[in-house]
């Protein structure tokens, strides 16, 4: 009898984490998006972004989100990607003069809080390639579903830097201001500090062809906030950045 138990317990401790990965869910997205060219650029342009979501999480007694086969609730996990396109004076004139910054990839996640008719979010990313900066986006959406396949989603955003991802983005030193002015633009030196750079609204539709694949277009407007605001980058160009996007979206639940 004890054999039995032993043999028991052990296909228990063998099965276990196979039944909790199988609620497990997550959506994977990819498509264009239009957005400034930089931070402060009065033009946009086209490239690719995608998205990456842990809408359920379940490992023995942890779970979180929804019920498998329905819509999230409650606590979740994110996951979170920001990527920065290059800034090259030989390719923006109006910032002849100004140091060239590599493309950044930013990796990092949140939590989340979902309701039949809200989400809220927090979200925390960390420069690994490009810069080594910390920022941060705190926001929320009212959840609007006309029909059983498609979501409204409009909300607040709010987006922080630390200093050196001002300074890096936002700032100017006297050797850029100096040979911006020389190729006849209007830059000065400015020390940008970090906080509350940019504050926003976002604006999404979603269709779900199927449980497992949906479209996604999202349109968000932003302002400069404080130092990011008080930029000469910023005021020779625009304070403001309106970015689109349309995601193709795969949903995995294992």
Not at 98 to 107: G, M, P
Not at 135 to 160: C, K, Q, T, Y
Not at 198 to 217: H, M, N, T, V
Not at 234 to 248: F, N, P, R
């Amino acid at each position: 009898m004890s054999l039995f138990r032993l043999l028991s317990a052990a296909l228990a401790a063998t099965l276990l984490p196979a039944a909790a990965f199988a609620q497990n869910t997550v959506s994977i997205g990819l498509g264009p998006q239009s957005a400034p060219s930089y931070f402060g650029s009065d033009e946009n342009e086209v490239g690719l972004t995608g998205t990456f979501d842990v809408q359920q999480l379940s490992f023995g007694p942890l779970r979180l989100g929804g019920a498998e086969g329905g819509a999230a609730q409650g606590y979740g996990f994110t996951g979170s990607v920001g990527y920065i396109g290059e800034r090259n004076g030989d390719k923006f004139d109006e910032m002849a003069g100004t140091i060239a910054l590599d493309a950044a990839l930013e990796l990092g996640g949140g939590v989340t809080y979902t309701t039949d008719n809200f989400y809220v979010f927090a979200l925390a990313r960390y420069g690994v390639t490009g810069h080594d900066s910390l920022v941060g986006e705190l926001g929320g959406d009212a959840i609007f579903r006309p029909s059983a396949p498609v979501e409204l989603r409009v909300g607040p955003r709010l987006f922080f830097g630390d200093d050196d991802y001002a300074q890096r983005y936002f700032g100017v030193t006297a050797t850029e201001a100096a040979a911006n002015q020389t190729a006849g633009y209007d830059l000065t030196a400015y020390d940008a500090a970090g906080g509350l750079l940019s504050r926003g609204i976002e604006a999404s539709a979603s269709y779900a062809f199927s449980e497992d694949w949906g479209l996604k277009g999202t349109v968000r407007y932003d302002e400069f906030m404080n130092d990011a605001a008080n930029s000469p980058i910023v005021k020779q160009g625009s304070d403001s950045a309106t970015s689109a996007s349309l995601i193709l979206m795969r949903r995995f639940s294992f």
